[in-house]
C-alpha cells in the first residue's frame, strides 16, 4: 500500500531526551500545537491525532505528515510505553487517510 505525501503538512516530532510518557505528551502537544484542553493520556492523543480540527492550521486542508525523530532511547528504556505509543500512532494513520506518522530510523542521537 502506498500514501501519497506530497504537500502534506510536516510536523517533526522530536523525541531526543523523551525519558516517559509525560515527556512525549509534552512533545506532542508543542510539535503538534494541541490545545490547551489536551488530555495528555493516551485516548486523548489518539483522538487528537484522528481529528483534524485540531492539527496545526496548515494541515486541515493539505493533510498531515509527522516525522517522529530521535525515538529509539526512549523505545528501547521504556518499551511498553513506546509499544502503546506506536500503537497509538499506527490506529491513528489507518482510520485517518490525511495523516502519516512516519518513524525516522536516523539521528537518533544514541
Known amino acids: 500500500m ?36 489536551f488530555g495528555r493520556n493516551w485516548d486523548a492523543l489518539a483522538d487528537s491525532l484522528g481529528d483534524s480540527s485540531v492539527w496545526p492550521s496548515p494541515a486541515v486542508e493539505k493533510g498531515l505528515l509527522i516525522v517522529v525523530t530521535g525515538w529509539q532511547p526512549y523505545a528501547k528504556a521504556r518499551p511498553d510505553e513506546w509499544e502503546i505509543a506506536r500503537d497509538v500512532f499506527s490506529r491513528a494513520t489507518d482510520g485517518t487517510p490525511a495523516l502519516t506518522v512516519a518513524l525516522a530510523l536516523g539521528g537518533s542521537h544514541q
Do not use: F, N, Q
Open 2 to 37: 502506498t500514501h501519497d505525501v506530497a504537500g502534506r503538512h510536516l510536523v517533526a516530532l522530536d523525541l531526543d531526551g523523551v525519558a516517559d510518557k509525560a515527556g512525549l505528551m509534552e512533545r506532542c502537544v508543542s510539535a503538534l500545537e494541541l490545545p490547551d484542553w
